[in-house]
């Protein structure tokens, strides 16, 4: 379960992710926490911060949802998150194949939120809603501190994370894993959900670091590790391998679709945009065209590390 302290008639866990401390709740006598959080416990924070967290989050089973103005919906492979408002707060409906899961209420700054779990509702599904009110969250609330959630695959090889962006179906787990059969030394760090900060080391030099995080897709790889960012790859298939260096507004495009983040809201949207501005302009991003084999993880990773 990690580190749980009682607070009032709450159990109360605190986590830090990427550097970002986060609090999550439930009412005691629940079994949340044992049946939803194992993936979070590599994150668990030993009480030591005492810094304002990013944000709290309050679990709560509920008999019916409210109901709210629907702005934007999103269905891939069957989850569908439905973005709306409520009284002005900002509103997810969690849904697994049409099936209710979880209603996240946020306030207007995102620091405070309530997940609604319908009771009854099984373990399976209230993780699904839980991982996702987290991860919707994180990647709203640290849009303001130079960090972005990326939807990508990474792999670790020297010291440094090599980052790969692409479209679901685009094939980042299987270089991912390619990298881990042909490039020895290389450990996968995630295989969906990174965190990119950046950040400025004591003599007020930007650096660029990749973390792990607790959400990796189908892969279960949750370690709570940081590294210096190698470099972003934006792979798309093709009968052949070819790579290049993006510069400029190339770059800057490649890395967008990739970072996940509430774009329709100015405040989230100029956050995110000085984020993905920096790294285009500072960070290494390469484009490769690739077969799913040997030769285009050897071919990227004699092009990417320096």
Same mark, same amino acid.
Request: charged letters at 20%.
């Given at each position: 379960?990690?580190?749980?302290?009682?607070?009032?008639?709450?159990?109360?866990?605190?986590?830090? =992710?990427?550097?970002?401390?986060?609090?999550?709740?439930?009412?005691?006598?629940?079994?949340?926490?044992?049946?939803?959080?194992?993936?979070?416990?590599?994150?668990?924070?030993?009480?030591?911060?005492?810094?304002?967290?990013?944000?709290?989050?309050?679990?709560?089973?509920?008999?019916?949802?409210?109901?709210?103005?629907?702005?934007?919906?999103?269905?891939?492979?069957?989850?569908?998150?439905?973005?709306?408002?409520?009284?002005?707060?900002? =509103?997810?409906?969690?849904?697994?194949?049409?099936?209710?899961?979880?209603?996240?209420?946020?306030?207007?700054?995102?620091?405070?939120?309530?997940?609604?779990?319908?009771?009854?509702?099984?373990?399976? @599904?209230?993780?699904?809603?839980?991982n996702n009110a987290v991860?919707?969250?994180?990647?709203?609330?640290?849009?303001?501190?130079?960090?972005?959630?990326?939807?990508?695959?990474?792999?670790?090889?020297?010291?440094?994370?090599?980052?790969?962006?692409?479209?679901?179906?685009?094939?980042?787990?299987?270089?991912?894993?390619? $990298?881990?059969?042909?490039?020895?030394?290389?450990?996968?760090?995630?295989?969906?959900?990174? =965190?990119?900060?950046?950040?400025?080391?004591?003599?007020?030099?930007? @650096?660029?670091?990749?973390?792990?995080?607790? $959400?990796?897709?189908?892969?279960?790889?949750y370690k709570n590790e940081?590294?210096?960012?190698?470099?972003?790859?934006? @792979?798309?298939?093709?009968?052949?391998?070819?790579?290049?260096?993006?510069?400029?507004?190339?770059?800057?495009?490649?890395?967008?679709?990739?970072?996940?983040?509430?774009?329709?809201?100015?405040?989230?949207?100029?956050?995110?945009?000085?984020?993905?501005?920096?790294?285009?302009?500072?960070?290494?991003?390469?484009?490769?065209?690739?077969?799913?084999?040997?030769?285009?993880?050897?071919?990227?990773?004699?092009?990417? =590390?320096?």
């Amino acid at each position: 379960m990690g580190f749980v302290q009682q607070k009032t008639d709450l159990h109360l866990c605190r986590y830090k =992710v990427a550097g970002h401390v986060i609090e999550v709740s439930q009412k005691i006598g629940e079994n949340f926490f044992a049946e939803c959080m194992d993936n979070y416990i590599p994150f668990v924070e030993d009480g030591s911060e005492t810094g304002e967290c990013l944000f709290s989050l309050a679990v709560e089973y509920s008999e019916s949802f409210p109901e709210y103005t629907e702005e934007l919906r999103q269905d891939e492979e069957g989850q569908q998150i439905i973005c709306g408002s409520l009284q002005e707060k900002p =509103v997810f409906d969690f849904r697994l194949q049409n099936k209710e899961t979880g209603m996240l209420v946020c306030s207007k700054d995102y620091k405070v939120a309530t997940l609604l779990v319908p009771v009854g509702c099984s373990p399976s @599904l209230t993780k699904f809603a839980v991982n996702n009110a987290v991860m919707v969250l994180y990647a709203i609330a640290s849009a303001p501190y130079n960090t972005a959630l990326f939807h990508a695959a990474v792999v670790t090889y020297k010291g440094k994370g090599y980052v790969f962006l692409g479209k679901s179906g685009t094939g980042k787990s299987t270089h991912a894993r390619l $990298w881990l059969k042909y490039n020895e030394g290389s450990e996968l760090l995630n295989d969906d959900n990174p =965190v990119v900060r950046i950040e400025n080391d004591k003599n007020g030099e930007s @650096l660029v670091r990749v973390y792990g995080s607790p $959400w990796s897709g189908k892969t279960p790889c949750y370690k709570n590790e940081v590294c210096h960012l190698g470099a972003f790859v934006l @792979l798309s298939q093709a009968p052949h391998n070819k790579i290049e260096r993006l510069r400029g507004v190339s770059a800057y495009a490649a890395l967008v679709p990739s970072i996940s983040g509430k774009r329709w809201e100015s405040a989230v949207a100029d956050g995110l945009h000085k984020t993905e501005n920096a790294l285009a302009m500072n960070a290494p991003v390469w484009h490769l065209e690739c077969l799913p084999d040997q030769e285009a993880a050897q071919l990227c990773k004699a092009s990417v =590390v320096l």
